[in-house]
């Protein structure tokens, strides 16, 4: 089983409709979490932090459910500019490295 | 989803020695591999771009003289920091790509 797994994709979306990406991790020692966002041939830029509370940044919600090993990130109102792909990457500890990367999965904002 | 591996996952060294980070695409043909740098709690610096057999693209800033970069196979990229010092420590991430990309496992390198 891969440490991260996440939503094959792709997602093709509407302008304006609610998507959301599911994330699950296998070791159950992690310690951070987060969302990033890379789109095409650029590197990943951080999205937000996912933190056991949830939390919310505009239309970006993160939510984290240590027990079940699973985040969430749900995009309300999306936009064209959000087609890109956005990757879950769970952090082995509070220092912000040691990062395993999901695969990705892939978002399209149709017009 | 396509598996990438990097080797060594975390090393300790001396400051003046160099150090080798091997990448490979364990089940698919990778054209492109990307070396990308973790600061804490930011965002991956990109720092070179390796297509296999010919002489690999740095981004503004690093230095190619210091990061050796060879991607020699489809399969295996390498990343040498020559001559580490301290300020070298941090996390090394690469990544493959034939049409989709998927990132390596990371590096931790730290130097004494």
């Known amino acids: 089983r891969k440490e991260v797994e996440q939503d094959p994709g792709p997602f093709n979306v509407p302008e304006g409709a609610t998507v959301a990406f599911n994330c699950t991790y296998s070791?159950?020692?992690?310690?951070?979490f987060f969302w990033y966002r890379q789109d095409c041939r650029k590197e990943p830029k951080l999205l937000m932090s996912?933190?056991?509370s949830g939390n919310e940044d505009g239309r970006f919600t993160a939510q984290l459910n240590r027990a079940s090993q699973y985040i969430s990130l749900l995009i309300r109102d999306s936009k064209l500019s959000d087609s890109a792909t956005y990757l879950c990457v769970v952090g082995l500890d509070n220092y912000g490295q040691n990062f395993v990367f999901g695969p990705g999965t892939r978002l399209s904002v149709l017009p | 989803g396509a598996v990438v591996s990097q080797h060594p996952s975390w090393v300790i060294c001396k400051s003046g020695t160099s150090v080798k980070i091997e990448c490979r695409s364990l089940?698919?043909?990778?054209?492109?591999m990307f070396w990308y740098r973790q600061f804490p709690k930011q965002s991956l610096m990109l720092m070179a771009t390796?297509?296999?057999?010919?002489?690999?693209?740095?981004e503004q800033g690093v230095e190619k003289d210091k990061f050796l970069i060879n991607h020699a196979s489809l399969t295996l990229s390498t990343l040498t920091v020559t001559s580490a010092h301290p300020e070298d420590s941090s996390f090394y991430i690469c990544?493959?790509?034939?049409?989709?990309?998927?990132f390596g496992p990371g590096t931790r390198l730290t130097v004494l």
């Open positions: 990544s493959a790509s034939a049409s989709l990309e998927f």
């Open positions: 089940d698919f043909q990778a054209t492109t």
């Open positions: 390796s297509n296999e057999g010919s002489k690999a693209t740095y």
């Open positions: 996912v933190y056991s």
């Open positions: 070791n159950s020692a992690s310690q951070s």
